[in-house]
């Protein structure tokens, strides 16, 4: 059974940093893509990185790119977003998620429903 728990939440001012982690169990940890998501009081579901292990290739949505970075240790079985630069509107609620096994270019077609396991969450909350 994949199980995946996410740690790293908190409460921080603006402009300031997060790391946030996604330890993983029950799947292979060399061939998966890992996404993270986030959700807002009253907002949608919204995808905001990825990570494959087939080529490498990571992804972000506009509202984080160059702010936030993922990346992963194998090793230990665990993902990383570290946010930087952080804004009032990147308060929610994040999310990761797994898809194993993956493939080339899964991070730029996949959608919620394409990752088959998720974390409880964790609350990142930035004050003005």
């Known amino acids: 059974e994949v199980h995946l728990v996410e740690s790293g939440g908190g409460l921080v001012q603006a402009g300031g940093s997060l790391r946030l982690s996604c330890a993983a169990s029950g799947f292979t940890f060399d061939d998966y893509a890992l996404g993270w998501f986030r959700q807002a009081p009253g907002k949608e579901l919204q995808g905001i990185s990825c990570?494959?292990?087939?080529?490498?290739?990571?992804y972000y949505a506009d509202s984080v790119k160059g702010r936030f970075t993922i990346f992963s240790d194998n090793a230990k079985n665990t993902a990383y977003l570290q946010m930087s630069s952080l804004k009032p509107e990147d308060t929610a609620v994040y999310y990761c998620?797994?898809?194993?096994?993956?493939?080339?270019?899964?991070?730029?077609?996949?959608?919620?429903?394409?990752?088959?396991?998720w974390g409880q969450g964790t609350q990142v909350t930035v004050s003005s």
């Open positions: 998620a797994a898809s194993s096994p993956s493939f080339v270019g899964f991070c730029l077609i996949a959608t919620p429903a394409d990752f088959g396991s």
């Open positions: 990570i494959s292990s087939s080529d490498g290739s990571t």
